[in-house]
């Protein structure tokens, strides 16, 4: 009675308030489009209406705070496994067989059975010893309550979808594992257990609600679920579809792996033929269901890698509008790759079908007992802050934010709904919302989308570019480069055009362009006009000028050990890294083939040299044997401009598992470290310090948000020690002291953190503190102070909106602000707006 009344007095007051809510805006013109709770029907214990009612209206009071930030409000249902869209006659009174398990049903075991020491991917238990029997009609009432409860609760049009997953995981199929074995494909879940979205049926007589007289033989299955799901979800009130994990994506979602791929070698001969078949999955689906929205969960992995492992023309895919491109992988995290996260998320933002995406985040499991904000995060938000760091950059040059959000999953495999879990994470994904990019970050990942499609099926030769180029990327990432923006190439060049300086703060990376390509003119432009660029991959299709601006030449390709050497600033460790680096030409684009063509130009410095490991003594290297992997170059009439080049070595390599597996870093150097370490060519130094190579390297993202800079970070080990400096001078982060050292701020940080940074200061040593102070004034909205400083240079990087007239700097003074004022500059624009002050000794305060 009690829970009764308090969500009536819920409803009154969000009808009392939504008014007023959505006259004010909430996030700063942040808002989400639409914010989703994904729920199985577990929490629905008891097959009654009021009590379904009751359920419904709990769920929207959770998730209230959260939910006042969209515009629109989406549940999606995970009913069953997809099953009950393909058994689905047309009638209300036909029995739901749906996803009332702990663990996967479709095995040898019947569930509640076997041994004990089986696992639950070994077989299922009910989630409730005598759990409600549903019915389709019972289906389509929930799915009316929910739209009725959700719109009583919020005020805001709420919308409701139905999932259809591939695999064995979350409800019985005689469907998929008895009737229509011919479907099978993948083994993400062991041998043939994954429906294949291009395979075909066998005739089967029973009727269908699309198929009344049976399914003809050669059915493709594209065809045979649009029909089915046309039906279904009209019938049932569902709004759109969610395709999961990886269907219409290829067969093998999950692994690195595929159709093309064996991880031996690329089969070129069947790329075009698997394209064409996913391609006509969604042509035959859409030729039934032309317009149900469609949302897909896509891969694990990356763009590149999908194309050429499995056929994956995520190109082609794109040209349907009405669909939510796949989002970031919430099973990356899980492992600590947020590097694979990372790579998967922005390759696949780079294009869109519009300028909707999705960024969802993983809070409970309903299937597999656990939950992972709870278990496996240890309530730590380093999956919030690290992917909603995230930006794409689109042709107009605006900055881009995920539109919709998602929550995997609202219940646990119990189908309760701890109030705990929404109450900690909203807090962590409003403040990761609220310091959202609004500008390039100090990195960004200029993506080779229309190149990867084009080289994939113009040349003969170029898979394993493909493959590894995402791969390196990744591996860059787990290892500190800190990398959370992205353009396509094609909306680089529009924007360079209409904006040409747009990306004067930021270092672009980029591949190796063609030979007289467009992109290669606006990359030579770009630098020459005084930008800066780290190009990366083998230059084997690079042209004469490219080659020119980089001083490379190309030789005879070599793989195998290396001895690596040179000039660059490391991290610091009590055991250092092995000085050998395994290149595998398979998994890193070919063999090393890169060499200065000109070792005596006065604008080159040399950074790495590798040499075949065991071949000849140190100092005695016959001509041609060494390979230059890393340098930086100037040119004297380029303003300023920089471009530093790395070959690039994966150091992964298959060993029969899911994924790459990287290189033992105690006994091979990670060769994608030299990404990171040669940001000090740019005066961008972000170095660790960490017992040994063994010890798990931070992951690091740095965001601009109205002019700030927002670092978030993963500690995988809190051991680990980071240490900055910039071009502006050491950053501070906002409510931290830092031990400077050799200009450097220094901090221990914890497994997750996000901190602003408004001020840089230049200054050797001494213990700095940054903190944030009331306001105490009229017109003044926010105060900081600076503490510690020894004649120290103070760069602040106020809204870009306050003027130099606006802002106010006093050495050490206090309230009431009456002494101690002192003039302030301008700051030189080559770093970005900021304001300056010069020999700050004492205490300093800024406000504005």
Same mark, same amino acid.
């Given at each position: 009675?009690?829970?009764?009344?308090?969500?009536?007095?819920?409803?009154?007051?969000? +009808? *009392?308030?939504?008014?007023?809510?959505?006259?004010?805006?909430?996030?700063?013109?942040?808002?989400?489009?639409?914010?989703?709770? $994904?729920?199985?029907?577990?929490?629905?214990?008891?097959?009654?209406?009021?009590?379904?009612?009751?359920?419904?209206? $709990?769920?929207?009071?959770?998730?209230? +705070?959260?939910?006042?930030?969209?515009?629109?409000?989406?549940?999606?249902?995970?009913?069953?496994?997809?099953?009950?869209?393909?058994?689905?006659?047309?009638?209300?009174?036909?029995?739901?067989?749906?996803?009332?398990?702990?663990?996967?049903?479709?095995?040898?075991?019947?569930?509640?059975?076997?041994?004990?020491?089986?696992?639950?991917?070994?077989?299922?238990?009910?989630?409730?010893?005598? &759990?409600?029997?549903?019915?389709?009609?019972?289906?389509?009432?929930?799915?009316?309550?929910?739209?009725?409860?959700?719109?009583?609760?919020?005020?805001?049009?709420?919308?409701?979808?139905?999932?259809?997953?591939?695999?064995?995981?979350?409800?019985?199929?005689?469907?998929?594992?008895?009737?229509?074995?011919?479907?099978?494909?993948? +083994?993400?879940?062991?041998?043939?257990?994954?429906?294949?979205?291009?395979?075909?049926?066998?005739?089967?007589?029973?009727?269908?609600?699309?198929?009344?007289?049976?399914? @003809?033989?050669?059915?493709?299955?594209?065809?045979?679920?649009?029909?089915?799901?046309?039906?279904?979800?009209? =019938?049932?009130?569902?709004?759109?579809?969610?395709?999961?994990?990886?269907?219409?994506?290829?067969?093998?979602?999950?692994?690195?792996?595929?159709?093309?791929?064996?991880?031996?070698?690329?089969?070129?001969?069947?790329?075009?033929?698997?394209?064409?078949? %996913?391609?006509?999955?969604?042509?035959?689906?859409?030729?039934?269901?032309? =317009?149900?929205?469609?949302?897909?969960?896509?891969?694990?992995?990356?763009?590149?890698?999908?194309?050429?492992?499995?056929?994956?023309?995520?190109?082609?895919?794109?040209?349907?509008?009405?669909?939510? &491109?796949?989002?970031?992988?919430?099973?990356?995290?899980?492992?600590?790759?947020?590097?694979?996260?990372?790579?998967?998320?922005?390759?696949?933002?780079?294009?869109?079908? =519009?300028?909707?995406?999705?960024?969802?985040?993983?809070?409970?499991?309903?299937?597999?007992?656990?939950?992972?904000?709870?278990?496996?995060?240890?309530?730590?938000?380093?999956?919030?802050? #690290?992917?909603? +760091? *995230?930006?794409?950059?689109?042709?107009?040059?605006?900055?881009?934010?995920?539109?919709?959000?998602?929550?995997?999953?609202?219940?646990?495999?119990?189908?309760?709904? @701890?109030?705990? *879990?929404?109450? /900690?994470?909203?807090?962590?994904?409003?403040?990761?919302?609220?310091?959202?990019?609004?500008?390039?970050?100090? #990195?960004?990942?200029?993506? &080779?989308?229309?190149?990867?499609?084009?080289?994939?099926?113009?040349?003969?030769?170029?898979?394993?570019?493909?493959?590894?180029?995402?791969?390196?990327?990744?591996?860059?990432?787990?290892?500190?480069?800190?990398?959370?923006? *992205?353009?396509?190439?094609?909306?680089?060049?529009?924007?360079?055009?209409?904006?040409?300086?747009?990306?004067?703060?930021?270092?672009?990376?980029?591949?190796?362009?063609?030979?007289?390509?467009?992109?290669?003119?606006?990359?030579?432009?770009?630098?020459?006009?005084?930008?800066?660029?780290?190009?990366?991959?083998?230059?084997?299709?690079?042209?004469?000028?490219?080659?020119?601006?980089?001083?490379?030449?190309?030789?005879?390709?070599?793989?195998?050990?290396?001895?690596?050497?040179?000039?660059?600033?490391?991290?610091?460790?009590?055991?250092?890294?092995?000085?050998?680096?395994?290149?595998?030409?398979?998994?890193?684009?070919?063999?090393?083939?890169?060499?200065?063509?000109?070792?005596?130009?006065?604008?080159?410095?040399?950074?790495?040299?590798?040499?075949?490991?065991?071949?000849?003594?140190?100092?005695?290297?016959?001509?041609?044997?060494?390979?230059?992997?890393?340098?930086?170059?100037?040119?004297?009439?380029?303003?300023?401009?920089?471009?530093?080049?790395?070959?690039?070595?994966?150091?992964?390599?298959?060993?029969?598992?899911?994924?790459?597996?990287?290189?033992?870093?105690?006994?091979?150097?990670?060769?994608?470290?030299?990404?990171?370490?040669?940001?000090?060519?740019?005066?961008?130094?972000?170095?660790? /310090?960490?017992?040994?190579?063994?010890?798990?390297?931070?992951?690091?993202?740095?965001?601009?948000?109205?002019?700030?800079?927002?670092?978030?970070?993963?500690?995988?080990?809190?051991? %680990?020690?980071?240490?900055?400096?910039? &071009?502006?001078?050491?950053?501070?982060?906002?409510?931290?002291?830092?031990?400077? =050292?050799?200009?450097?701020?220094?901090?221990?940080?914890?497994?997750?953190?996000?901190?602003?940074?408004?001020?840089?200061?230049?200054?050797?040593?001494?213990?700095?503190?940054?903190? $944030?102070?009331?306001?105490?004034?009229?017109?003044?909205?926010?105060?900081?102070?600076?503490?510690?400083?020894?004649?120290?240079?103070?760069?602040?990087?106020?809204? /870009?909106?306050?003027?130099?007239?606006?802002?106010?700097?006093?050495?050490?003074?206090?309230?009431?602000?009456?002494?101690?004022?002192?003039?302030?500059?301008?700051?030189?624009?080559? #770093?970005?707006?900021?304001?300056?002050?010069?020999?700050?000794?004492?205490?300093?305060?800024?406000?504005?």
């Amino acid at each position: 009675m009690k829970l009764k009344l308090a969500l009536s007095c819920l409803s009154l007051l969000a +009808s *009392v308030s939504l008014s007023a809510q959505n006259k004010l805006g909430t996030l700063k013109g942040k808002n989400f489009n639409n914010i989703t709770l $994904e729920v199985s029907l577990k929490p629905f214990k008891k097959n009654d209406k009021a009590y379904i009612r009751e359920v419904a209206r $709990e769920m929207f009071m959770q998730w209230s +705070s959260m939910l006042r930030h969209a515009d629109t409000v989406s549940v999606m249902l995970w009913t069953s496994d997809g099953s009950e869209i393909l058994d689905y006659k047309g009638t209300p009174t036909q029995p739901l067989e749906w996803a009332k398990y702990m663990g996967n049903p479709n095995t040898e075991h019947a569930v509640n059975s076997g041994p004990k020491e089986l696992s639950i991917h070994e077989r299922a238990y009910l989630y409730l010893d005598n &759990p409600p029997a549903f019915t389709y009609g019972d289906l389509k009432f929930i799915v009316q309550t929910l739209k009725e409860e959700g719109r009583k609760a919020t005020g805001k049009p709420v919308l409701v979808g139905e999932t259809f997953d591939p695999g064995p995981e979350f409800a019985k199929s005689d469907f998929k594992y008895k009737k229509h074995r011919e479907i099978l494909g993948g +083994s993400a879940m062991g041998h043939n257990t994954m429906v294949s979205c291009y395979s075909v049926l066998n005739a089967d007589s029973e009727a269908y609600a699309g198929f009344p007289k049976g399914i @003809p033989a050669n059915t493709r299955f594209g065809t045979f679920l649009g029909r089915q799901s046309r039906h279904f979800l009209k =019938d049932m009130g569902f709004d759109f579809l969610w395709l999961s994990n990886g269907f219409g994506y290829g067969v093998e979602g999950w692994s690195s792996t595929g159709a093309i791929f064996d991880g031996k070698g690329f089969d070129q001969a069947k790329l075009a033929d698997t394209k064409d078949k %996913i391609a006509g999955f969604w042509k035959y689906f859409r030729a039934e269901n032309p =317009d149900v929205q469609i949302q897909t969960r896509g891969t694990n992995l990356s763009t590149g890698t999908d194309l050429a492992r499995d056929g994956v023309n995520l190109e082609a895919i794109y040209r349907d509008k009405n669909m939510l &491109p796949p989002p970031n992988s919430p099973w990356a995290a899980l492992d600590g790759d947020f590097g694979l996260e990372m790579v998967g998320y922005m390759s696949r933002m780079a294009e869109l079908p =519009d300028e909707r995406f999705l960024f969802r985040f993983y809070t409970h499991d309903p299937w597999w007992l656990n939950s992972p904000w709870l278990d496996r995060y240890g309530r730590e938000a380093h999956d919030i802050y #690290l992917p909603m +760091s *995230v930006s794409r950059i689109n042709a107009k040059g605006e900055v881009k934010i995920p539109s919709h959000l998602s929550f995997l999953s609202i219940d646990d495999t119990h189908g309760d709904m @701890p109030t705990q *879990v929404p109450d /900690e994470v909203t807090p962590h994904i409003l403040k990761a919302r609220y310091d959202a990019p609004t500008a390039p970050g100090p #990195l960004v990942w200029v993506y &080779p989308f229309e190149e990867y499609h084009r080289w994939a099926f113009a040349y003969k030769d170029r898979l394993p570019e493909i493959y590894y180029g995402d791969w390196l990327i990744r591996q860059a990432i787990n290892n500190g480069l800190p990398l959370n923006t *992205v353009v396509s190439t094609n909306a680089f060049q529009s924007v360079l055009k209409s904006k040409p300086g747009f990306f004067k703060e930021s270092i672009l990376v980029s591949v190796v362009p063609d030979a007289d390509s467009p992109l290669e003119r606006a990359l030579i432009g770009f630098v020459k006009n005084g930008g800066k660029l780290m190009v990366y991959g083998p230059a084997g299709h690079a042209g004469k000028a490219f080659l020119e601006l980089l001083n490379l030449k190309n030789g005879t390709p070599l793989e195998g050990e290396f001895k690596i050497s040179g000039q660059y600033e490391g991290d610091r460790l009590n055991t250092a890294y092995p000085n050998v680096v395994r290149h595998e030409a398979l998994f890193s684009g070919g063999g090393i083939a890169t060499n200065l063509a000109n070792p005596n130009d006065p604008n080159t410095r040399l950074m790495a040299t590798v040499t075949p490991a065991g071949q000849v003594p140190a100092g005695q290297v016959p001509a041609g044997q060494a390979r230059d992997v890393a340098w930086v170059r100037t040119g004297n009439d380029w303003n300023g401009g920089k471009v530093v080049y790395i070959r690039g070595t994966n150091s992964s390599k298959f060993n029969g598992g899911k994924l790459l597996n990287p290189d033992d870093p105690s006994k091979f150097f990670t060769g994608p470290l030299l990404m990171r370490y040669a940001l000090a060519a740019f005066d961008m130094h972000c170095v660790i /310090e960490k017992e040994n190579p063994a010890v798990k390297s931070p992951v690091l993202t740095i965001a601009r948000s109205h002019n700030a800079f927002i670092f978030s970070g993963y500690h995988p080990n809190s051991t %680990i020690t980071d240490r900055f400096k910039f &071009p502006q001078g050491a950053p501070l982060l906002l409510g931290l002291e830092t031990k400077l =050292d050799a200009g450097h701020s220094v901090y221990n940080l914890p497994t997750a953190w996000n901190r602003e940074c408004r001020i840089f200061v230049t200054q050797n040593e001494g213990i700095v503190s940054y903190k $944030e102070l009331h306001s105490g004034v009229k017109d003044i909205d926010k105060r900081f102070q600076v503490s510690g400083l020894e004649g120290a240079t103070v760069r602040v990087y106020a809204p /870009e909106h306050i003027s130099l007239e606006k802002f106010e700097a006093y050495i050490n003074a206090a309230y009431p602000w009456k002494t101690g004022r002192i003039k302030v500059s301008e700051g030189d624009p080559k #770093l970005g707006r900021h304001f300056v002050a010069e020999h700050v000794t004492g205490t300093l305060t800024v406000a504005w």
